[in-house]
């Protein structure tokens, strides 16, 4: 064989190796940093087999980052991600603006309707979904059986405030380093505003009339905040102005909590043995109402995975979306690693399997309070926004974040409730003005 | 000579400065302690932390979830990059304000400092624009092209107070033996002023390794740096102290050691002329 014709082979034999490796299609998923996003990314050789053209990369952010960095790309069209991870807060803001690419077409095998109608509803803008809810939740009550029950106080099912306010001072036990309750009280908008902005709801307040004016002047804001201040102050750990999530957390884990109230995501956390010292003394209840109130505070929060319309990949995109949030994936994790490590809150089959009933004891709560949330009205009063612990409009997220550090500031005794009350309301009222909503 | 200071004093000072020095190093310290501890153990009380057993849980998790070399190689890429860029240009500029310095040669580089003043989130949008229309997003040129523009303003005026120092008889005399531009700046300018250049070097590589704003918001996934390592290890749901621990040590590393072994360059540089 000459030389040349060894070449020109060798030249073919290149050109196809690159035909090849350009037919496969890279995608870029932006996601946060928590425990079932990171548990996707070591189940990819699945997906993998099924989309051998398909390859994933990742790019893991902290929550806050990742808003910043996603939200950025997209009002710019900068086309850096072909799908996002985002939370029900941004997907009616987004979807609206007609960022998002519609999930009209989803599969037949993917069963649309078996997704909660709430989570659903949150996620679609006049009917049409923009976001595939990977995992759902909502907020309960979770205490400590054992110290209820040395402090002879029972917990109902469906608590009022009263009732926890009463249990909150018989579990306290401030010499043995025990708090009667732990509630978030970091300042920030999916901070200690989701909290209180959930309490509120459920004293009958709401966070603008119908002509968009902020009611932080009326009787139900200040009885909420009275109310949170009065338990924290008596009840709660010392430094409470700090904690967050997290902090809470540990401070359950260690057994310094009686009553925690927050996300239901957190109760897989408390039955963990490996992480917990209280591991099997964890009791369940709903988010506590005012008497008279018919609100139980509507938290209703899911992470989704979303296209955006700068997407230049979007069939592979979707084909990744369709996949992490099918009723399979579930199937697979349930398979590796048992049904409690199963994603939560987003379909209704998996409520209805009785091997996760069995395995997660707070199933049936967590199915229960998302069910009931009603983000289209959130409080018992009519408003004229969308959103459960949130308002859904842009400008949300700076009020919600300067309103809770005021908050946070009267949880750490720097003012007093009304004192607060009315410096939220004022900052509320600029903000809405420069913003353009007042009438 | 130096001055007499009783003994006594000497213990006061030595034994403040102690405690300054472990007050400073003592974060580090910490995280470095908490990497080696399980999640559970790495929130629990202090006391708690330094008597559990030790592992390497956390580093093992880490490897395993990230493509560590990548970041690294990012991270060595941009910074060794953006200085080497960064000298290129500001070695001729400091030459030039030093020796031949013009009626405005003050004024420029209080206007070149000035662009420090400015917040960066304030170019943000426009920077990112132009990356988006140049495609350079998430590419290592355009993060090397952005890391030596904010860094330039402070190689330039450390090499113009190292050049200040060097006497100008010395350049003189090197031109009268017939050097040319080239051989006076290659030749004689920079052999003099290696201290200088040094320590120059070094912090530059110090900065943009750390850089932690461009570096966030101008990648994805290629050509993201430890920065971006450390960031993905952090929730606001979850627990991740410990994993976030060996993460920021498996980022600090490299530059501490590389701090560690060129600390008598990075002295003599810093101080280099203030003795004459």
Same mark, same amino acid.
């Given at each position: 064989?000459?030389?040349?014709?060894?070449?020109?082979?060798?030249?073919?034999?290149?050109?196809?190796?690159?035909?090849?490796?350009?037919?496969?299609?890279?995608?870029?998923?932006?996601?946060?940093?928590?425990?079932? +996003?990171?548990?996707?990314?070591?189940?990819?050789?699945?997906?993998?087999?099924?989309?051998?053209?398909?390859?994933?990369?990742?790019?893991?952010?902290?929550?806050?980052?990742?808003?910043?960095?996603?939200?950025?790309?997209?009002?710019?069209?900068?086309?850096?991600?072909?799908?996002?991870?985002?939370?029900?807060?941004?997907?009616?803001?987004?979807?609206?603006?007609?960022?998002?690419?519609?999930?009209?077409?989803?599969?037949?095998?993917?069963?649309?309707?078996?997704?909660?109608?709430?989570?659903?509803? $949150?996620?679609?803008? @006049?009917?049409?979904?923009?976001?595939?809810?990977? /995992?759902?939740?909502? $907020?309960?009550?979770?205490?400590?059986?054992?110290?209820?029950?040395?402090?002879?106080?029972?917990?109902?099912?469906?608590?009022?405030?009263?009732?926890?306010?009463?249990?909150? *001072?018989? +579990?306290?036990?401030?010499? *043995?380093?025990?708090?009667?309750?732990?509630?978030?009280?970091?300042?920030?908008?999916?901070?200690?505003?989701?909290?209180?902005?959930?309490?509120?709801?459920?004293?009958?307040?709401?966070?603008?009339?119908?002509?968009?004016?902020?009611?932080?002047?009326? =009787?139900?804001?200040? $009885?909420?905040?009275? =109310? /949170?201040?009065?338990?924290?102050?008596?009840?709660?750990?010392?430094?409470? %102005?700090?904690?967050? !999530?997290?902090?809470?957390?540990?401070? !359950?884990?260690?057994?310094?909590?009686?009553?925690?109230?927050?996300?239901?995501?957190?109760?897989?956390?408390?039955?963990?043995?490996?992480?917990?010292?209280?591991? @099997?003394?964890?009791?369940?209840?709903?988010?506590?109402?005012?008497?008279?109130?018919?609100?139980?505070?509507?938290?209703?929060?899911?992470?989704?995975?979303?296209?955006?319309? %700068? %997407?230049?990949?979007?069939?592979?995109?979707?084909? !990744?979306?369709?996949?992490?949030?099918?009723?399979?994936?579930?199937?697979?994790?349930?398979?590796?690693?048992?049904?409690?490590?199963?994603?939560?809150?987003?379909?209704?089959?998996? /409520?209805?399997?009785?091997?996760?009933?069995?395995? *997660?004891?707070?199933?049936?709560?967590?199915?229960?309070?998302?069910?009931?949330?009603?983000?289209?009205?959130?409080?018992?009063?009519?408003?004229?926004?969308?959103?459960?612990? !949130?308002?859904?409009?842009?400008?949300?997220?700076?009020?919600?974040?300067?309103?809770?550090?005021?908050?946070?500031?009267?949880? *750490?005794?720097?003012?007093?409730?009304?004192?607060?009350?009315?410096?939220?309301? %004022?900052?509320?009222?600029?903000? +809405?003005?420069?913003?353009?909503?007042?009438? | 000579?130096?001055?007499?200071?009783?003994?006594?004093?000497?213990?006061?000072?030595?034994?403040?400065?102690?405690?300054?020095?472990?007050?400073?190093?003592?974060?580090?310290?910490?995280?470095?302690?908490?990497?080696?501890? #399980?999640?559970?153990?790495?929130?629990?009380?202090?006391?708690?932390?330094?008597?559990?057993?030790?592992?390497?849980?956390?580093?093992?998790?880490?490897?395993?979830?990230?493509?560590?070399?990548?970041?690294?190689?990012? #991270?060595?890429?941009?910074?060794?990059? #953006?200085?080497?860029?960064?000298?290129?240009?500001?070695?001729?500029?400091?030459?030039?304000?030093?020796?031949?310095?013009?009626?405005?040669?003050?004024?420029?580089?209080?206007?070149?400092?000035?662009?420090?003043?400015?917040?960066?989130?304030?170019?943000?949008?426009?920077?990112?624009?132009?990356?988006?229309?140049?495609?350079?997003?998430?590419?290592?040129?355009?993060?090397?092209?952005?890391?030596?523009?904010?860094?330039?303003?402070?190689?330039?005026?450390?090499?113009?107070?190292?050049?200040?120092?060097?006497?100008?008889?010395?350049?003189?005399?090197?031109?009268?033996?017939?050097?040319?531009?080239?051989?006076?700046?290659?030749?004689?300018?920079?052999?003099?002023?290696?201290?200088?250049?040094? #320590?120059?070097?070094?912090?530059?590589?110090?900065?943009?390794?750390?850089?932690?704003?461009?570096?966030?918001?101008?990648?994805?996934?290629?050509?993201?740096?430890?920065?971006?390592?450390?960031?993905?290890?952090?929730?606001?749901?979850?627990?991740?102290?410990?994993?976030?621990?060996?993460?920021?040590?498996?980022?600090?590393?490299?530059?501490?050691?590389?701090?560690?072994?060129?600390?008598?360059?990075?002295?003599?540089?810093?101080?280099?002329?203030?003795?004459?």
């Amino acid at each position: 064989m000459t030389l040349t014709i060894r070449a020109l082979m060798g030249a073919c034999a290149l050109g196809a190796l690159a035909t090849a490796a350009s037919a496969e299609t890279n995608i870029t998923v932006a996601t946060v940093n928590n425990g079932d +996003m990171v548990r996707m990314q070591s189940y990819m050789d699945d997906f993998y087999a099924q989309h051998p053209d398909i390859k994933v990369e990742w790019v893991t952010l902290e929550e806050n980052i990742l808003r910043q960095r996603v939200t950025q790309d997209i009002a710019t069209n900068g086309g850096q991600f072909d799908v996002m991870t985002i939370g029900n807060y941004e997907v009616p803001i987004w979807g609206e603006r007609d960022w998002l690419v519609p999930l009209d077409d989803l599969s037949d095998a993917y069963d649309v309707d078996d997704l909660l109608p709430a989570i659903r509803g $949150a996620l679609s803008v @006049d009917g049409t979904l923009y976001a595939a809810p990977f /995992y759902g939740e909502s $907020a309960m009550v979770m205490y400590r059986t054992d110290l209820a029950e040395k402090a002879g106080v029972t917990i109902p099912e469906n608590p009022t405030w009263t009732q926890i306010k009463d249990a909150a *001072a018989k +579990m306290t036990d401030k010499d *043995a380093g025990i708090y009667g309750i732990c509630l978030r009280g970091k300042p920030g908008w999916g901070e200690n505003m989701a909290f209180i902005s959930a309490m509120a709801n459920s004293y009958g307040a709401r966070w603008f009339d119908m002509d968009w004016r902020p009611e932080f002047d009326t =009787d139900p804001w200040k $009885a909420t905040l009275t =109310d /949170y201040l009065d338990l924290m102050e008596n009840y709660g750990p010392p430094g409470a %102005s700090s904690n967050g !999530f997290n902090e809470n957390l540990s401070l !359950f884990q260690q057994g310094k909590c009686g009553m925690w109230i927050d996300a239901t995501v957190a109760a897989s956390f408390l039955t963990d043995p490996e992480e917990s010292q209280v591991a @099997d003394n964890v009791g369940y209840a709903v988010f506590p109402n005012k008497e008279g109130v018919d609100n139980h505070g509507n938290w209703l929060w899911s992470w989704n995975l979303a296209i955006p319309k %700068s %997407s230049e990949k979007q069939e592979a995109a979707k084909a !990744f979306v369709e996949w992490a949030t099918s009723k399979e994936y579930t199937m697979l994790v349930a398979d590796k690693e048992g049904w409690r490590a199963a994603p939560p809150g987003t379909r209704q089959s998996l /409520y209805d399997n009785q091997e996760y009933l069995e395995a *997660a004891p707070f199933a049936q709560l967590t199915i229960d309070t998302i069910s009931t949330a009603t983000p289209e009205k959130p409080s018992v009063q009519d408003v004229p926004y969308v959103g459960a612990q !949130f308002v859904s409009i842009p400008e949300f997220q700076g009020i919600g974040t300067a309103v809770g550090q005021v908050f946070s500031a009267a949880l *750490a005794g720097q003012m007093d409730a009304d004192q607060a009350l009315s410096s939220a309301q %004022s900052l509320t009222e600029r903000e +809405m003005r420069k913003a353009g909503y007042e009438k | 000579m130096a001055r007499a200071v009783s003994k006594p004093r000497k213990l006061v000072f030595t034994l403040v400065a102690w405690i300054i020095g472990l007050a400073i190093f003592f974060p580090i310290l910490w995280i470095f302690i908490l990497s080696f501890k #399980s999640e559970g153990n790495a929130i629990a009380a202090p006391f708690h932390v330094l008597t559990s057993a030790f592992t390497l849980e956390s580093y093992h998790t880490v490897f395993e979830r990230s493509n560590y070399l990548r970041y690294f190689m990012n #991270s060595v890429i941009l910074s060794v990059g #953006s200085t080497l860029l960064g000298l290129i240009i500001a070695v001729p500029a400091a030459w030039a304000m030093a020796f031949v310095p013009g009626r405005h040669t003050k004024d420029v580089l209080l206007w070149m400092l000035s662009t420090k003043m400015l917040p960066p989130v304030g170019v943000l949008v426009p920077i990112y624009l132009i990356f988006r229309d140049m495609g350079l997003l998430d590419s290592r040129i355009g993060l090397v092209f952005v890391l030596t523009m904010i860094n330039l303003p402070i190689i330039i005026w450390m090499l113009y107070t190292y050049f200040r120092e060097i006497p100008g008889e010395i350049l003189e005399a090197a031109r009268m033996d017939g050097a040319g531009l080239k051989e006076e700046v290659l030749y004689v300018l920079t052999p003099m002023a290696i201290p200088g250049i040094a #320590s120059t070097v070094l912090l530059n590589i110090i900065l943009a390794w750390n850089e932690a704003f461009w570096t966030l918001n101008l990648t994805a996934a290629k050509a993201a740096p430890l920065t971006q390592f450390i960031a993905s290890y952090s929730s606001p749901e979850g627990l991740f102290y410990a994993k976030l621990s060996a993460a920021s040590i498996m980022a600090i590393a490299p530059i501490l050691i590389m701090g560690w072994f060129s600390q008598k360059q990075l002295v003599r540089g810093l101080t280099f002329g203030a003795v004459k």
